[in-house]
């Protein structure tokens, strides 16, 4: 069992910055990969980056350039630092845990762009 808990969302201006933090528990062990993902009101969750337990990363295009997805391995915690934000940005962002066919889910943390 893997649980996760993210944290740093908030209400910021365009063109700000804002740092998710995915604090991650449990059996935190071999291959992994763990993910970043969002829901806007009205709209299906959309993937925005991915981090391998190796630290390779992958982004979507809609982020690409503003998003960075980096890891503690320390400290078991993923960290999606986001910059350039714009209102489009608007979404509760949810970080996923994935080992074959395991996945786990945060709860998720509210991103609001606005002026």
């Known amino acids: 069992q893997v649980q996760l808990v993210e944290s740093g969302g908030g209400l910021v201006q365009p063109g700000g910055s804002l740092r998710l933090s995915c604090a991650a528990s449990?059996?935190?062990?071999?291959?992994?990969?763990m993910g970043w993902y969002r829901q806007a009101p009205g709209k299906q969750r959309e993937w925005v980056a991915t981090i391998t337990s190796g630290g390779s990363t992958n982004y979507a295009d809609s982020v690409k350039g503003r998003f960075t997805s980096s890891r503690d391995n320390a400290k078991n915690t993923v960290y999606l630092q986001m910059n350039s934000l714009k209102a489009e940005d608007t979404a509760v962002y949810y970080c996923?845990?994935?080992?074959?066919?395991?996945?786990?889910w945060g709860r998720g943390t509210q991103v609001t762009v606005s002026s």
């Open positions: 449990g059996s935190i062990f071999g291959g992994y990969v």
């Open positions: 996923n845990f994935r080992r074959g066919l395991y996945d786990a």
